[in-house]
C-alpha cells in the first residue's frame, strides 16, 4: 500500500500477466522527450545501396527471480533515435527477428512528448511488425560477402535480454559480421545479445573488445523504484564480462564508445550521439564526401 501512494509499485498491465514500471520508475527511466537534434551531416547523403539491420526481440514477457513477469520488448526511443540519424544520413534499414515474428516493442517507454520519434515510428511500424527471418537469412545463406548489410544495430530495452543470447543464429549473425569487417552497434541492454554461442565453448567474437552499456548496479537497483517487479535472474554486464568483453562505465552518462568496429551507447541518453557518430563513421568507409 505505501508502495502503491508513493507511486512506486510496479503497474500491472492492462491486458496481459505482466508489469510495466511504476509512475515513480516510468518518471525517472522514460524520457518525455528524446533528445534527437536533427542534423544534415553538413549536407552529405549517402545514396547507395548499403543498409542497417536492426536485430529486435520477438519475445515480451521476462520473468523476474521472484517470478513476477515483466512486460517487455525493445525500447522504443533507444530503437528509433538512433535509426533517425542513419536515415536521415541516406541509409535505409530493415528489421529482423529470430524466426520472423513480429518485434516487440515497449509501449510505455514511448517518448510522449517527442512528435519527431513518433512520427518516425509510426512511419516504420510495418517493418517492425513484418520484419525478416534471421532463420530463414541463415538457411538460405543470405549473409555472405555480396550482402549489402553493412551494419548491425542491437537495440536496447530489456526484451534484448530475451531469447537473443541464447539463439544459435544470433551467434552465427555476430560471427559474421565481426568475421566480414561489419559494423556493430550497440546500445543500453542491446550488448546482452552478444553473449549468443554459434557453438558450444567457442571463443566470443568480441573478446578483448571494450564497450559501454546499462550498468548492472542500477538494474540492481531498480526493482525498490518499481522499475522492475522483482530482481533479474542474470545481468547483462556480468555475462559480457565473462566472455571477455570489458565494459568500462558504471555511470549512466549517454556515453559513447568506439572501439574498432563496435559502436556503444550506454542507455537511451547515447542514442542521439550514437546515431550521429555512426553516421560519420560510415561516411568515413563508404567514403561519403
Not at 523476474?64 to 534499414?93: D, I, P, R, W, Y
Not at 537497483?221 to 570489458?246: D, T, V
Not at 568500462?248 to 550514437?274: F, M, Q, V
Amino acid at each position: 500500500m505505501i508502495k502503491k501512494i508513493f507511486g512506486i509499485a510496479p503497474t500491472k498491465e492492462k491486458n496481459g500477466p505482466g508489469y510495466i514500471p511504476s509512475p515513480m520508475g516510468r518518471m525517472l527511466g522514460v524520457d518525455k522527450v528524446s533528445g534527437f537534434k536533427a542534423t544534415n551531416f553538413g549536407g552529405k547523403k549517402y545514396s547507395g545501396e548499403k543498409k542497417i539491420l536492426v536485430l529486435c526481440t520477438e519475445e515480451r514477457y521476462f520473468e523476474m527471480a521472484n517470478g513476477k513477469q515483466f512486460s517487455t520488448g525493445n525500447n522504443v526511443q533507444e530503437t528509433m533515435v538512433s535509426l533517425m540519424h542513419l536515415v536521415n544520413g541516406g541509409f535505409n534499414f530493415e528489421v529482423v527477428t529470430p524466426t520472423g515474428k513480429a518485434a516487440i516493442l515497449e509501449e510505455w517507454s514511448v517518448p510522449l512528448k517527442d512528435e519527431a520519434v513518433i512520427k518516425f515510428r509510426t512511419e516504420n511500424q510495418l517493418k517492425f511488425n513484418n520484419p525478416l527471418s534471421l532463420k530463414k537469412l541463415i538457411e538460405n545463406d543470405e549473409l555472405n560477402d555480396t550482402s549489402n548489410y553493412i551494419a548491425l544495430f542491437l537495440p536496447g530495452g530489456h526484451g534484448a535480454m530475451l531469447g537473443l543470447p541464447e539463439d544459435e543464429n544470433v551467434g552465427k549473425l555476430l560471427r559474421w559480421i565481426k568475421s566480414s569487417e561489419r559494423y556493430l552497434i550497440a546500445v543500453c541492454h542491446g550488448p546482452a545479445a552478444m553473449i549468443a554461442k554459434d557453438k558450444k565453448d567457442e571463443p566470443n567474437p568480441y573478446q578483448g573488445y571494450k564497450m559501454v552499456a546499462f550498468p548492472d548496479k542500477f538494474d540492481k537497483q531498480s526493482p525498490s523504484l518499481g522499475y522492475l517487479p522483482g530482481q533479474l535472474p542474470w545481468f547483462q554486464c556480468e555475462a559480457l564480462e565473462k566472455e571477455g568483453i570489458e565494459v568500462i562505465n558504471d555511470k549512466i552518462t549517454g556515453a559513447t564508445h568506439i572501439d574498432r568496429k563496435l559502436i556503444s551507447g550506454d542507455s537511451p541518453k547515447a542514442c542521439d550521439e550514437l546515431g550521429k557518430i555512426t553516421v560519420d563513421i560510415l561516411f568515413h568507409e563508404l567514403q561519403v564526401n
